[in-house]
């Protein structure tokens, strides 16, 4: 009330030029004395964790394309896209009438060489007794040739049946011989067509999950063609891409947390592997990391998100981000001087998601200013009120 009536009275007697200038000196104090509305927060103590931040897909350690080795048409699939199987589970199956009726055959071709070799061990008994007779009248007719009681020709003629009862003895030794290696091959080429039966059948090679199922009962299959994706769903990992000048610093069992889509509290994991090649044209690597415990259903190819914990000081002196200004010398942070607003250039530690590590220039509980304004600044040397 009395700065309006010396205000007033003025006016009556210098008229409205000292008003101007009156009002003009009160904006001027309003500017440069009065206090400034800031936000505040204070310099505390507290875990700083680095971490490296990456996204990537989860995926699996051991993973399979199935298919049959050899060519012919799907007669029946057994399981279908989300079933569980297990080690030599079947899965699948080819039309096998072909080759069984060929397993018959090579079958019945084996009976009969084995019934041919039966035969020639007969002939075989048979040559060799007619052998040991030829031999005995030969030698016979020699003794009597030489006592002189039969004639030249007699002797002849039995030498000439001991030389062929040993051809045909020699005749049906071969015959054995090539009914022994017909049984072989046969014996052989039954083998190979069981096992074309076995192969028409489709076995689990492990336990895990159908996660995709390529073909139909009917379809023809050539070698090589997949019929279905299986993955161990307990080897499950993630690949996550983080920036190249993170190397240095990333090592395998780092411990880290893994998120999904969704929501839901994040899952603790550790770094598995780190690749030796980045991406020419991203410049990122591939991190690989291995969660503890999955609680939570998740799908191959899932996209999740990895924070790896790079470095951690327990108690550190922070500040938030939120409170880190810059300009062309730098970072700084509005702090109280005396009810008065400074400027403080800190040296910064490690830098977390929320809150940075200093390590000068303030301390514990110095109060922070932050402008009531998001993108403004707080002029230096003012006085200031809490907003």
Do not use: Y
């Not at 790079?310 to 810059?326: E, Y």
Request: include cysteine.
């Amino acid at each position: 009330m009395a700065f309006l009536r010396t205000f007033l009275r003025l006016a009556r007697r210098f008229g409205w030029l000292v008003v101007v200038a009156a009002m003009a000196a009160f904006f001027v104090w309003l500017r440069t004395a009065s206090p400034v509305a800031a936000r505040v927060s204070r310099v505390e103590r507290g875990a700083v964790t680095k971490e490296a931040f990456g996204r990537g897909t989860v995926e699996s350690q051991r993973e399979a394309a199935v298919g049959f080795d050899l060519v012919g048409r799907v007669s029946d699939v057994m399981v279908d896209e989300g079933d569980r199987v297990t080690l030599g589970q079947e899965l699948a199956r080819l039309e096998t009438n072909q080759a069984e009726a060929d397993l018959r055959s090579a079958r019945t071709g084996i009976g009969a060489a084995r019934a041919s070799l039966q035969r020639l061990a007969a002939e075989e008994e048979r040559a060799r007794a007619q052998l040991a007779a030829a031999e005995r009248e030969a030698a016979r007719n020699q003794a009597l040739f030489d006592g002189g009681a039969v004639s030249g020709q007699q002797r002849d003629d039995t030498a000439d049946r001991l030389r062929v009862a040993r051809a045909d003895l020699d005749r049906v030794l071969a015959q054995r011989s090539e009914a022994t290696r017909g049984i072989d091959v046969a014996a052989s080429g039954a083998e190979q067509r069981q096992v074309a039966v076995l192969r028409a059948t489709l076995l689990a090679p492990f336990d895990g999950l159908v996660t995709r199922r390529l073909r139909e009962p009917g379809d023809t299959v050539a070698i090589g063609s997949t019929i279905l994706r299986i993955v161990d769903t307990g080897r499950v990992i993630v690949r996550a891409s983080m920036d190249e000048t993170l190397l240095a610093e990333l090592a395998e069992d780092q411990p880290c947390s893994i998120s999904f889509p969704g929501g839901g509290a994040p899952v603790t994991g550790k770094v598995s592997k780190i690749a030796w090649e980045s991406d020419r044209q991203t410049h990122e690597l591939l991190v690989e990391v291995l969660p503890q415990t999955v609680d939570r259903r998740v799908a191959i190819g899932q996209r999740a998100d990895v924070r790896i914990e790079l470095a951690s000081h327990a108690d550190a002196v922070r500040i938030p981000l939120s409170a880190i200004h810059h300009d062309e010398m730098g970072p700084f942070v509005f702090v109280d001087r005396g009810g008065t607003i400074a400027i403080a250039r800190p040296r910064f530690g490690l830098t977390g998601r929320e809150h940075v590590e200093v390590l000068s220039e303030v301390a514990e509980g110095d109060t922070l200013l932050s402008p009531v304004k998001a993108g403004g600044t707080l002029p230096a040397g003012r006085a200031w009120k809490a907003e």
